[in-house]
């Protein structure tokens, strides 16, 4: 957006609950433009995520929020500016991902779009949450991610213990690094049939390409770390049913009966290639402005 535009959208009051944010331009948004009054609610902690933190309200969002509800309503145009921009930009992400070609992008679309109602989705770390954001994700799903310190580290791990906790069916999607990472997640008794792993493979660290950094130092290799590997033959020593996709028609085809009952748990590793994800991703966000 144009600077005039960010500044027609910049809040007077900021009103935060919850954790870190994971999208970077709201994050740069919010520092630049910044609100007259931010308050966090919080019952422990604060965090000054946009630098200009004025109030830390020590309660639950729960108690705290219907509070706000008596507050008399003012007539005003900001709310109407949102949702115009909102909408102008959801009919251009449809447009531009219907004709995308195969690549992270287009897989997201296909996976978040295929998951059943109240399922848990578990996401990894990096560019798998960032994909993730861009969409309207179903509003039945209870969704978690690391985020902080934001490790690659541990994510299958985690996915496998909330699946066995947690009553509804679990899935749990990750990179291939953050998932060859912690492999030996895997090796454990209590995994639910119902499971299931999708794995976007890229060859690498997919998120490389988009971060600034890593490719004008030409060091992108030492950062990226591509590798052939697949999940292959980890999914058959740990008896999990594994199949694959490497073009759209291959991945609707194998997700269409992904999450019915099953004696193992299941593992769909998509195949993407790393120049045309970066290419597809980099002409999304121009389309979108
Ligand atoms: C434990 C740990 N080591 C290294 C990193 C730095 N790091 C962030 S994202 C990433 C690459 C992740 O690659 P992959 O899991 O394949 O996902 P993609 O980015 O391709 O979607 C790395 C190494 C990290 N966040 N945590």
Known sequence: MSEEQLEELKPEVLITFGGMIVSKKIKQFLR???????????ALKSIDTFHCLSEHINEDPIDFLPKLAVLPLIEGTYQQKWLLEKEKRAAKHQEYIDQASFSDLKVFEQVLGSIPDNLQLQLANSSIIRYTQLFDVNKTLAIFCNRGT??????????????????NQTLFVTGDLSFFYDSNALWNA??????????????????????????????LD?????????????????????????????LKERISDFYADSEQPK??????????????LKEYFNFLK
């Open 190 to 219: 209590y995994i639910p049939s119902d499971f299931r792993i999708i794995i976007i493979n890229n060859s690498g660290g997919g998120i490389f390409r988009f971060i600034p950094g890593p490719k004008s130092t030409n060091a």
């Open 267 to 280: 593992v769909l590793e998509v195949f993407t290639d790393k120049e045309v994800n970066e290419k597809v």
């Open 222 to 250: 030492y950062f990226e770390t591509p590798h052939q590997l697949t999940a292959e033959h980890l999914c058959k020593m740990h008896q999990l049913t594994y199949s694959f996709a490497s073009n759209l028609s291959e």
């Open 150 to 167: 934001s490790g690659i580290d541990g994510s299958t791990s985690t996915a496998i213990g909330a699946a066995i906790v947690k009553k």
């Open 32 to 42: 630049k433009q910044q609100p007259n009054h931010h308050w966090h609610i919080d």
